[in-house]
C-alpha cells in the first residue's frame, strides 16, 4: 500500500490534535543518547508495514528495518509475493480488509506489543542515521515509567525527503514533508471517519526528530495518476461525509490556487520543470476530487 495514508505526497501523511501542546523542535533527548545507541535493538519499536501488493518494494523496506524490536506487516488482501517476502524476511504478518487508512493504522496499533510503534510505507526508508535518532529518544523518552510520563512527547514528527525519477525534491511542499510516524502506543489514535489525510489524535506534546526517512516516489508518471485519482476518491468521500460546498467558481480558482500554492507559495519553482509538472498534478487532484462531488451529487456516482 505504499504511500498509505499519505494521501497525495508532499501531504502530511497524518495530521494530529494534541492536548498538552506541539512540543520542541528536535526532542533534547537525542542530542544526550545519540552516541550511546549507535547499535543494538530499539528498546520497544515495531515498526508497522500496511500492504497491498507490494512486492516490488517490500524487500528493500523490510531491510531498512532491521534494527527494530519487530516488524509488522498489516496486508489487505496482496495477490504477489508480498506475503510471502514479509513472511521470510521474519516480519508477523496480519490481514485486515482495507476500509481507510485511518483504521488501518489503528488496526495496526492494536497489534502493537511494544510501548512504540513506527509506521513506515512500503516505498519509504529508514536510513541509518534516522534509525539511531529513534533509538536514542526512545531511550532518552525510557520504554517504561519515564517514557509513560505525561511531559514526555507522545509522538514524533519526522521529516521525510521525496525522490521523484532521481530527482531530489526541495520545495514546493516535499520537503520536508513532516511526518506524524513515531507514536507511543497508548496515548495515539486515529479518528475512524478520515478516509485520507488520516488525523492521529495525540494525548500529549508531540516532538520533531532531526533525520530524514527517504520516500521513493512513483516509478512513472502513470503510478502517479493512478495514485492521484484513488487519492482524489478519496478526498471526495470525505467532502461529501462533510458537506463541503462545491460552487462553478471552485473548478478554476481552486485549482489554481493550489498550482500557485506549490510551485510559488512552497518554493517548487527550486525543482525546475520537474516542480512545475507537480504542481500542475497536485491542480489536476484538485479538479478531479472537486469533479468527484459534484457528479456525486447530482446522482451519477463517482466516476
Not at 6 to 26: D, E, L, N
Request: aromatic share 8%; proline share 8%.
Amino acid at each position: 500500500m505504499t504511500g498509505a495514508g499519505a494521501g497525495p505526497p508532499g501531504m502530511a501523511g497524518a495530521g494530529s490534535r494534541t492536548r498538552s501542546g506541539t512540543g520542541p523542535p528536535v526532542d533534547p533527548a537525542v542530542g544526550a543518547a545519540s552516541a550511546a545507541s549507535a547499535s543494538g535493538v530499539a528498546p520497544g519499536v515495531t515498526a508497522v508495514v500496511l500492504t497491498l501488493d507490494e512486492a516490488v518494494h517490500l524487500p528493500d523496506c523490510l531491510a531498512s528495518l532491521a534494527w527494530a524490536d519487530g516488524v509488522v506487516v498489516l496486508d489487505s488482501g496482496s495477490t504477489d509475493a508480498t506475503v510471502a517476502i514479509a513472511r521470510a524476511a521474519g516480519a508477523t504478518v496480519a490481514h485486515h480488509p482495507f476500509e481507510n487508512y485511518s483504521r488501518q493504522r489503528q488496526h495496526a496499533l492494536d497489534l502493537v506489543p511494544t510501548p512504540w510503534v513506527l509506521f513506515v510505507d512500503a516505498d519509504e526508508r529508514v536510513p541509518p542515521a534516522l534509525a539511531a535518532e529513534i533509538r536514542a529518544v526512545v531511550g532518552g523518552a525510557g520504554a517504561g515509567a519515564a517514557g509513560a510520563g505525561q511531559d514526555r512527547p507522545a509522538a514524533y514528527w519526522i521529516p521525510r525527503r521525496n525522490d521523484f525519477w532521481g530527482h531530489r525534491l526541495r520545495g514546493g511542499g516535499w520537503w520536508p514533508d513532516h511526518q506524524l510516524r513515531l507514536l507511543r502506543v497508548g496515548r495515539v489514535r486515529y479518528d475512524p471517519d478520515r478516509a485520507v489525510h488520516e488525523v492521529a489524535e495525540v494525548d500529549g506534546p508531540a516532538g520533531r526528530l532531526a533525520e530524514p526517512m527517504v520516500h521513493l516516489n512513483y516509478a512513472s508518471r502513470r503510478e502517479l495518476r493512478a495514485k492521484q485519482v484513488a487519492y482524489a476518491r478519496l478526498e471526495a468521500a470525505r467532502r461529501l461525509a462533510a458537506g463541503a460546498p462545491v460552487r462553478p467558481h471552485h473548478f478554476v480558482a481552486q485549482p489554481l490556487r493550489e498550482l500557485w500554492r506549490r510551485f510559488v507559495t512552497l518554493g517548487g519553482w527550486r525543482d525546475g520543470p520537474l516542480g512545475l509538472e507537480l504542481g500542475l498534478w497536485m491542480a489536476w487532484y484538485e479538479l478531479r476530487a472537486l469533479w468527484l462531488v459534484a457528479i456525486a451529487r447530482r446522482g451519477r456516482g463517482p466516476a
